[in-house]
């Protein structure tokens, strides 16, 4: 009961801090990193710091690494609107992970202050995140998150900053805490011009009630930075397996979502119903290895030769 209060007391801190961090009003380049990586934590409302059990803790809070036990490998599409495409990919075992981001627009035309077409352009960006975690104790894990950012077009542009995490945990409760972006270098633009990276703490809370988790995240939104704060609130529920069912809110829409799972493989959806923009979905696909990542890749090197030489 005493940790329980401590973890408490700790994050009602953290959430008096957060206002005084947060005192910078201006859209980060690298919101690559807001767009996440899986259909699961989408489905959840996007409240995913205080759970982070799968590869998603990499992007959510790398803590969670610590407490996994195979290997995993999972990759996300989606063009929203038909306007852009976005897609990632990813690969974790014990202690670590993985995921490439990358986003391209479509051809998108330039216009002078009147409206002319004065020529055209396109949005070509990359992120690379690597995640680490460690158990402290038998409650609580410690985490770093390494960003790498690279913009190709319109022009150039990279930087890379480091998020440490904890991550709590005492019967069904779990806390976890991330400070994004903590230590950074800037992007830097060819041009010469330098873009701090936006700083602040996101604070999760998971509670675990027989075949349903309920969580709930406090973060901000990097988007409209005069609003503080975000709360993002998620529901799963186990109880049908093969299927898995789930529900979420925040501020910028709702979802729905579910998984099928089928031997090591995991099919995640997720319904958006956006409040101010036209609804979208999202899928993405997982596989659980039997072995470490060595193993995997051996295996699939080998069955790759047997096609080969199958056909030959």
């Known amino acids: 009961m005493r940790q329980l209060v401590i973890t408490v007391v700790l994050i009602i801190c953290v959430l008096i801090v957060v206002p005084t961090i947060a005192g910078d009003t201006y859209i980060s380049t690298a919101s690559i990193f ?10 959840l409302g996007g409240a995913f710091i205080g759970v982070a059990d799968d590869e998603a803790a990499i992007f959510y809070n790398p803590a969670g690494l610590a ?3 195979k290997t995993r490998f999972s990759s996300l599409y989606v063009r929203p609107f038909g306007a852009y495409s976005y897609g990632a990919v990813g690969v974790s075992e014990h202690g670590w992970g993985t995921y490439l981001l990358v986003l391209d627009s479509d051809t998108l035309e330039e216009r002078d202050l009147y409206g002319n077409v004065i020529g055209s352009f396109r949005y070509t960006s990359s992120g690379l995140l690597f995640g680490f975690g460690k158990r ?5 894990s410690c985490g770093l998150q390494v960003k790498g950012y690279r913009l190709f ?11 440490p995490s904890i991550l709590y945990q005492q019967g069904a409760l779990t806390s976890g805490i991330i400070w994004r972006n903590a230590l950074s270098m800037g992007t830097y633009y060819a041009h010469g011009h330098t873009e701090p990276w936006i700083r602040d703490i996101a604070v999760g809370l998971s509670y675990q009630h027989k075949d349903t988790t309920y969580c709930i995240d406090f973060t901000e939104n990097l988007i409209t930075r005069d609003e503080i704060a975000c709360v993002r609130m998620g529901c799963e529920y186990t109880g049908c397996k093969p299927f898995v069912f789930r529900v979420g809110t925040n501020r910028d829409w709702s979802s729905l979502g579910f998984s099928f799972h089928w031997e090591n493989l995991q099919l995640d959806f997720a319904y958006l119903l956006h409040y101010a923009l036209p609804d979208s979905y999202m899928i993405s696909l997982s596989y659980q290895g039997t072995g470490s990542l060595m193993t ?11 096609i080969v030489r199958a056909r030959n």
């Open 34 to 43: 807001e767009l996440g990586v899986s259909a699961r934590t989408i489905g």
């Open 153 to 163: 077009s319109p022009t150039n542009a990279s930087g890379v900053a480091l998020s």
């Open 136 to 140: 402290i104790d038998s409650n609580l």
């Open 296 to 306: 995997e890749l051996s295996r699939a090197t080998q069955r790759l030769s047997s």
């Open 67 to 69: 407490s996994l036990s």
